[in-house]
């Protein structure tokens, strides 16, 4: 690896965002987590970080989060957590200045923040040329945030477990308008509601539609929060619609393009939304490989 003094011209690492297609809750563990089924879809949309690195050591940010100590900002977390697991990372004193171009929201449900740590996992593990296996790069992924692994290992998939367990699956190509109602759900607060469902039945990937699944907090965020249960009736209006994740988005979907800029353009002006590709692989992984 070449550390260069001079001032380099960035080079921006993709931070894709996620929709959750469904979410079944299955029950819960010992310890409290519960137990999911779910269908993650990669977007072809979100957010881009750039790393220069450096000696120094230290893990900095160019463009911190208004309202986040850098301390508890992922992308930090991230990276020292990388760093503390290379010996020639700590003995070298390797360390970064991360930039980031933020257009995901934060508190979505579409992975902002856990893609953004999974951006930062793959490219200083490629930067500092520390090379751990993509499994062992996930598990470390995990223990920063359940929905890490998704954004590191690069696939839309079927998932399993507390989100860990993943199947690559391929989907068929399909055009999402998402919307973001302006409020943020906190996940912890709806996990930790007791009217919560959590017993809905498993299913088989092979058994999958669109339409013979669905989001069990939704109906308890609508509920919760007028502005994703409006936002989500607008959209039923147009097309196939669902919250992802435990939200504040919500997501229509379309078989064309043009389909769902037609929508969008209906939506009203200032509304945070955008119209995006599904894909079967993550633009982090097409821009690792180039």
């Known amino acids: 690896m070449v550390i260069n003094d001079t001032k380099p011209q960035l080079t921006w690492w993709p931070s894709p965002a996620k929709l959750n297609l469904f979410l079944h809750i299955n029950g819960r563990y010992e310890n409290g987590y ?60 390797l360390g970064c200045h991360i930039h980031l171009k933020k257009r995901l929201p934060m508190g979505g449900g579409i992975g902002g923040g856990s893609s953004n740590a999974a951006t930062t996992l793959v490219a200083l593990n490629k930067l500092w040329d520390i090379n751990l296996p993509q499994d062992q790069l996930a598990k470390l992924g995990l223990s920063l945030g359940a929905d890490v692994p998704i954004f590191v290992q690069g696939k839309t998939a079927f998932a399993e477990g507390v989100g860990e367990l993943l199947k690559p699956v391929e989907l068929s190509e399909s055009y999402y308008l998402v919307v973001f109602p302006n409020c943020h759900v906190s996940t912890a607060d709806i996990f930790g509601q007791a009217d919560l469902p959590r017993n809905t039945a498993k299913i088989e990937f092979s058994d999958y539609k669109f339409d013979n699944t669905h989001n069990d907090c939704q109906e308890l965020v609508c509920k919760l929060y007028p502005d994703v249960a409006n936002t989500l009736q607008w959209l039923l209006e147009y097309a196939p619609s669902r919250m992802t994740g435990t939200g504040a988005c919500v997501f229509a979907m ?26 079967n692989i993550s633009p982090l992984y097409t821009h690792l490989q180039s």
Request: glycine share 6%; aromatic share 6%.
């Open 34 to 93: 519960h137990q999911l089924q779910s269908l993650f879809q990669l977007l072809d949309f979100g957010d881009e970080l750039a790393f220069e690195i450096n000696k120094s050591g230290r893990i900095t940010l160019a463009t911190p989060i208004d309202g986040v100590p850098d301390e508890d900002n992922l992308i930090v977390k991230a990276a020292k957590l990388l760093q503390s697991q290379s010996p020639s990372a700590l003995v070298n004193k």
């Open 254 to 279: 379309f078989k064309q393009h043009q389909e769902a800029l037609n929508i969008q353009a209906l939506l009203p002006k200032g509304s945070i939304n955008f119209v995006a590709k599904g894909l």
